[in-house]
């Protein structure tokens, strides 16, 4: 049971492979607003830290050579600025005593007194809370050193800060890439618009309309055109030469047949007996002909087809040569003809098509014998070409082709010799194989006396 494979949409598959690149954008876009969002976060509230630790320390004084605190309204006001979040103090004298606030707030494992705030992190009573610590040199007499307050605050407003710049960030982006598929989808409906004109142009197309699709000025697409151009060009032209192949192939059966059946008309109302031999002998020759025409023009068919979906391959000229001449001397050993091969090339590789090849050869070994005389010679040859490649030659003894008649001898079902029974195919089937491999067919004057038929093929090798 067959399966047909199923297609795709390439519009659907541009659409969603960019939509996957979109979104890893997104990715990693929401990534960064992650990390900026909770950096603002740390950036608003920790000024906010800052500051008010800042007022805390400039409530600190001196009192009787003791340090004391007058904890200033201003910072308590900063810090209303997150109602919902827990606020922890602490200060400390140069001895670093506690003086008042939280006594066992968390300390940083290192740390040195400087004139720069310290930011660090840590929990207090089961919440995580963020600090900071302001140093304050004193240079009084009766007290000297680093006083420091610490400050700490919970983290909820930092969390709502950062999901807000968060969640209006991701809208944002989100908002965009809806936007970027919509303008994609837009784009590439608008850039695959050629192809689709082309398939509906196709799809309106009559099948006796030849004329070639329109250029279109899209680089891209432009290629597309001339293939399919080429290839209705292609298509036209074999559809022409098979027309007129049918018609020639129809006219030639048709007379062939109208011949013999007259022949039968005329033997079948014959009285005299001595006659009907030479008719039945007549309707024989005219049977063997049509049979002859039947087989080229099917052998014609068949190189003409076989040009356009051949497979070369390299083959042994020199056997399949030897082969054939052995199978021409085996169906004509009957007959007065010397046959001969010469090849100073063994083990000759071509690429070609063996079938058409073969019967390219047959077909002028044949026309060798059936043009010759009685006493024929048949010479078959296998040499290198003077432009490379290899030529096959053949030889024969028989009256020839007049040089200004061989190249109407080379058309379909053109018969110079009307004494002699013969479709007028075989040299067109020679042709047709010679210009399938990139080769061509020449008729030259014989050494021999009669015609010499080379057949050309390109790109031979020892």
Same mark, same amino acid.
């Given at each position: ?19 996957? %690149? ?6 990693? !876009? ?13 950036? &608003? ?7 008010? &630790?800042?007022?805390?320390? *400039? ?7 003791? $340090? ?22 602490? $200060? ?39 600090? $900071? ?6 240079? *009084? ?57 082309? @398939? ?31 290839? =209705? ?6 559809? *022409? ?9 129809? =006219? ?10 007259? +022949? ?23 049977? !063997? ?15 003409? =087809?076989?040009?356009?979906? +051949? ?44 079938? @058409? ?32 490649? %290899? ?11 007049a040089p200004h008649l061989r190249r109407q001898a080379l058309q379909r079902f053109s018969r110079l010799a009307t004494e002699a029974s013969g479709s007028g195919l075989g040299l067109s089937i020679v ?19 009669? !015609?010499?038929?080379?057949? =050309? ?6």
């Open positions: 049971m067959s399966t047909t494979k199923r297609g795709y949409s390439l519009r659907r598959r541009l659409l969603s492979r960019t939509a996957l %690149l979109l979104v890893a954008v997104l990715l990693l !876009l929401s990534l960064g607003a992650w990390r900026y969002a909770r950096q603002a976060a740390d950036y &608003s509230y920790d000024r906010l830290l800052n500051s008010a &630790s800042l007022s805390i320390m *400039e409530g600190l004084l001196v009192r009787n050579g003791r $340090v004391d605190l007058d904890l200033p309204y201003a910072a308590l006001e900063m810090m209303q600025l997150a109602p919902d979040d827990k606020v922890f103090y602490q $200060v400390r004298n140069p001895q670093g005593e506690w003086i008042t606030g939280y006594d066992d707030l968390p300390q940083p494992e290192t740390f040195e007194p400087s004139d720069k705030p310290f930011f660090y992190d840590a929990r207090y009573r089961g919440e995580p809370l963020r600090f $900071v610590i302001q140093s304050k040199r004193l240079t *009084e007499p009766a007290v000297s050193g680093w006083v420091q307050v610490t400050l700490g605050q919970t983290l909820n407003a930092r969390r709502e800060l950062m999901v807000d710049i968060l969640y209006k960030a991701l809208l944002a982006l989100l908002g965009l890439m809806l936007l970027a598929l919509a303008a994609l989808w837009f784009g590439i409906n608008r850039a695959l618009d050629p192809l689709s004109l082309i @398939s509906r142009t196709l799809k309106q197309r009559s099948a006796g309309d030849t004329e070639p699709l329109a250029q279109t000025p899209i680089q891209e697409v432009s290629p597309l055109v001339d293939a399919i151009n080429s290839y =209705h060009r292609r298509l036209l032209d074999n559809l *022409e030469a098979m027309k007129t192949f049918i018609a020639d192939a129809s =006219h030639q059966i048709r007379t062939a047949q109208s011949a013999t059946q007259a +022949q039968l008309d005329i033997a079948s109302q014959t009285n005299d007996p001595a006659t009907l031999p030479q008719r039945l002998d007549t309707i024989r020759q005219q049977h !063997l002909q049509l049979t002859r025409l039947t087989n080229q023009l099917l052998a014609h068919a068949m190189v003409v =087809h076989r040009s356009d979906t +051949q497979s070369l391959e390299p083959i042994d000229i020199d056997a399949l040569l030897k082969q054939l001449l052995t199978e021409c001397v085996r169906d004509h050993a009957h007959r007065d003809i010397d046959f001969a091969y010469h090849c100073d090339l063994p083990h000759c590789s071509l690429p070609a098509d063996r079938v @058409s090849l073969r019967e390219a050869v047959r077909n002028l070994l044949d026309n060798a014998v059936r043009y010759g005389p009685d006493d024929n010679q048949i010479d078959l040859q296998l040499v290198a070409a003077a432009n490379g490649g %290899l030529d096959i030659i053949v030889d024969d003894r028989g009256t020839g082709i042709q047709s194989v010679a210009e399938a491999h990139g080769g061509d067919l020449f008729l030259e004057n014989s050494p021999l006396g009669g !015609l010499r038929a080379r057949l =050309h093929l390109p790109g031979g090798s020892t």
